[in-house]
Structure formats: structure tokens, C-alpha cells
């Protein structure tokens, strides 16, 4: 990791710079994937099968004695840990139901909002250099809970033409069938733009590369479809003390690493003590990860910031925004009061990011590369839409009319004028 000591807050925006490819270079390898996909379809979805997963397809969809066969191909003790994690996601995403709102703002006049379901959903599983069914959890859980009528699981197949079986447990748990073989910006584009056999949703969820968030942006605008956020390579902030377990630290900013070459870690401390301990434990820990070469190369996007005023340090967080913070500090709790940047906050030494990930009921679905200074993870208000209702008796437009007339004739625009016009006429002629 390289290391900053003290350095000026002109200097953050250079130093905190993440790891991305330029956006145009990716759009430009990206487009012609989703204009293949619009005009061939299912066609397409197997020529990039074959080209980018290595598999011949003969379907695209998992058939239903796949989703039997696999149940027995996972250990007990997983399938254990997975029923465990989805209990927790869905005790913390059913209590986030909000009840109808209702509110009479004067006399006669009724106003209420209500939560409903998006009808149609996409949730992209990331299926490459690790399949995480842990994905399938955090999206499918809270579209379960809002009621979404239809869900479409997407996620890349292996050279066999099979999907992980961790995977396909889990999506039968929750009660998912519809599962397409397709991933990469692919499998975005089927999603937004619909083929012979798989539905066009109205919104679509789940992390991954750059190629799929670019993909994710590129269909918001050109199809219509909503997205849950950009959410893409995997990152994490760790603030830390001399009172903070070097060794913890260590672990927590591999537990990203290892993601992907394009993840960023970033540890801040007030004390270059820390660094050099946290680095000695990152060399331990480093040797003995099977996917040591990946969490290398992306610790070479690293960095260690030392900074020894508080206020500073806190100013920096919000500054980057980390899509996860980790807090082990005598200042923890303070610090926690004082972010408002960041996609989710894990608070002392015996919370690891690992937690979030996987069992403790939060979503991992969150906001990366700065987003979290404006999106929201995913939670279950991410798959409703609020509609708003009115209702206005006679003595309410009584009460309500002139000033809409005021208003309407103040911006020229009659015929709204007119609308409420014609009704007090009629209503004072009775």
C-alpha cells in the first residue's frame, strides 16, 4: 500500500482516486454488446455464452431438474448457514415496511401514499471469479418481502454450462425458478430490453464489474429501466487507532481485496505506527489466501493515510465515501455519529465487513466509487414505488379552489383554471 503522512486536503481528490477504467472505453465495448443483444436476443445470449464463458448453451434458462439436482450437491453445514443468513436478512428488511401514510392538510382534502411493489425485477448474480450466492440473499429476500410478481435471476454459467449449485439452493429457499444462464453486460442487456425467452423487468438489481455497471447505466438511459444504483468494483475504508488489532485490520481489508484486481482498500489512522503493523499483518495474512494474487494486485490500488487530527480524518471519509466503513477506535461511536457518507458502517473489532456480507441481516448491495455520497444500498424500499392518492370532498374544493384558480391564472395556464372553475359553478349553483 502506499502511504500518505499528513497530506493536504487539495491533495485528497488525487490520492483517493479509485481504480477505473475510463468510462468512455468501457461505454465503447459495452454498447455494441447491448445492441446485440436488442436485435438478436436469445441468439446473442448464446453467442456470448460461448465467447466470454467458454460453453456451447443449449438452453438458456435452468431447468427445473437442474434446480433439483443441486440440492444435494451442497453441504449441510452451508445449506445451515445460508437458511441462518436469510432469517436475519429477512427480519432486518421486513421491519423496514412502512405503513400507509395518510395526512388531511385542511377540510376536506385527503392525501395518502402507499408503498407498491415493482411489478417486474432483474437480479443480476455475479457468478465469476466467485460465485456469490450470498447475492441471491440480499436481492431476493427483500423482492420477496415487497411482493414483485415476477423475478428474473441472472448469472454466467461455468465451462459446463451450469450454474453453481450454492446458487441455485439458495434462489429455490426463497422460492425463485426463473434463473438465465447469462451474465456479463449480456445479461444486462436481456434483462432491459427483453429477448424470445426472457422477460424485459422494470428494474435491475445486483453489483458487479465495471462492464456490468456501465451496462446497468447505459440501459437506464436507453431503455427505460431503472437501476438500483452503480454499484461496481468491491471497496472498503478502514479507520483505525493504536488501540485498533492489527490483524483484524489486516483481515477486514483483505476480506476486499480479494474481491477483484479493480477493488480499492484504504486504511486512515492516527498513528504511522498503525500502518506499519497493519502492513506486517498484511504480509502474514497475504501468504496464506488462495486468491492471494488477486487481493496483491489490488492492494497495489491501496493506500495508508495518516492523519492525526480527528476532525480531518472524519472529513476525509465523507470526502471518499466508502461503500464500506470499518470503525476500531477509541472515537468509534463519534466518528459513527459524525459520517454521512458511506453505504454501510461496521463498528468496533468483533464486526468484521464479513458480517454485512453474508449473516447479519444488513444488505451488501451498496453503493461503490463515491456513490454513497447520493444512493442508498439496496433495502426493501428499493423495490416499491410510492404512489401518491387524493381525494377532495365539495366543501374541500370550496376551501381548496380559489387558490388553485389564483395559482393557475398567475402561470397562464387556463385551462387548469378552467377545471376547477367549472366545478365551484356547478357546486354554488345547486
Not at 498503525?274 to 488462495?290: G, H, Y
Request: aromatic share 6%.
Amino acid at each position: 500500500m502506499k502511504t500518505y503522512i499528513e497530506p493536504k486536503s487539495a491533495d485528497w481528490a488525487q490520492i483517493l482516486q479509485r481504480p477505473t477504467m475510463d468510462l468512455s472505453v468501457i461505454y465503447d465495448q459495452v454498447n455494441p454488446i447491448l445492441e446485440t443483444v436488442k436485435q438478436e436476443g436469445d441468439a446473442a445470449l448464446k453467442t456470448y455464452a460461448e465467447r466470454f464463458d467458454g460453453v456451447k448453451l443449449e438452453t438458456l434458462w435452468v431447468s427445473a431438474q437442474e434446480m433439483e439436482a443441486a440440492q444435494s450437491k451442497v453441504d449441510e453445514g452451508l445449506k445451515d448457514a445460508i437458511r441462518l443468513a436469510a432469517k436475519n436478512i429477512e427480519r432486518f428488511h421486513a421491519a423496514q415496511a412502512r405503513p400507509t401514510l395518510e395526512v388531511s392538510p385542511m377540510e376536506g382534502v385527503r392525501c395518502w401514499r402507499k408503498g407498491v411493489a415493482i411489478e417486474k425485477v432483474g437480479l443480476y448474480i455475479p457468478g465469476g471469479t466467485a460465485p456469490l450466492f450470498s447475492t441471491v440473499l440480499m436481492l431476493g429476500i427483500p423482492a420477496k418481502l415487497a411482493g414483485c410478481a415476477e423475478i428474473v435471476l441472472a448469472t454466467p454459467p461455468n465451462k459446463e454450462g451450469e450454474i453453481h449449485p450454492a446458487i441455485l439452493f439458495t434462489a429455490k429457499l426463497l422460492g425463485i425458478d426463473k434463473i438465465v444462464k447469462a451474465g456479463g453486460a449480456q445479461a444486462i442487456g436481456a434483462l432491459a430490453y427483453g429477448t424470445e425467452s426472457v422477460p424485459a423487468v422494470y428494474k435491475i438489481f445486483g453489483p458487479g464489474n465495471q462492464y456490468v455497471t456501465a451496462a446497468k447505466q447505459l440501459v437506464s438511459q436507453s431503455a427505460g429501466v431503472a437501476i438500483d444504483m452503480p454499484a461496481g468494483p468491491s471497496e472498503v475504508l478502514v479507520y483505525a487507532d493504536a488501540t485498533a488489532n492489527a490483524d483484524f485490520i489486516a483481515s477486514d481489508l483483505l476480506s476486499q481485496a480479494e474481491h477483484g484486481v479493480d477493488s480499492q482498500v484504504v486504511l486512515v489512522t492516527n498513528e504511522e505506527a498503525v500502518v506499519k503493523e497493519v502492513q506486517e499483518a498484511l504480509d502474514r495474512q497475504l501468504a496464506t489466501l488462495p486468491r492471494a494474487e488477486i487481493a496483491e494486485k489490488a492492494l497495489g490500488n491501496s493506500m495508508a493515510i495518516v492523519l492525526k487530527d480527528l476532525e480531518q480524518a472524519i472529513r476525509l471519509i465523507n470526502v471518499y465515501g466508502p461503500e464500506h466503513l470499518i470503525l476500531q477506535s477509541e472515537s468509534q461511536y463519534k466518528i459513527a455519529e459524525r459520517i454521512i457518507n458511506a453505504g454501510s458502517v461496521f463498528i468496533g473489532a468483533y464486526t468484521p465487513e464479513s458480517a454485512g456480507d453474508y449473516a447479519s441481516g444488513t444488505n451488501h448491495t451498496l453503493p461503490t466509487n463515491g456513490y454513497a455520497r447520493n444512493h442508498s444500498g439496496v433495502s426493501l424500499d428499493s423495490y416499491l414505488k410510492q404512489i401518491t392518492f387524493q381525494e377532495i370532498t365539495e366543501e374541500g374544493l370550496k376551501n381548496i379552489g380559489p387558490a388553485i384558480e389564483k395559482m393557475a391564472a398567475s402561470e397562464e395556464l387556463q385551462a387548469h383554471k378552467q377545471a376547477v372553475t367549472l366545478r365551484l359553478n356547478y357546486l354554488n349553483s345547486k
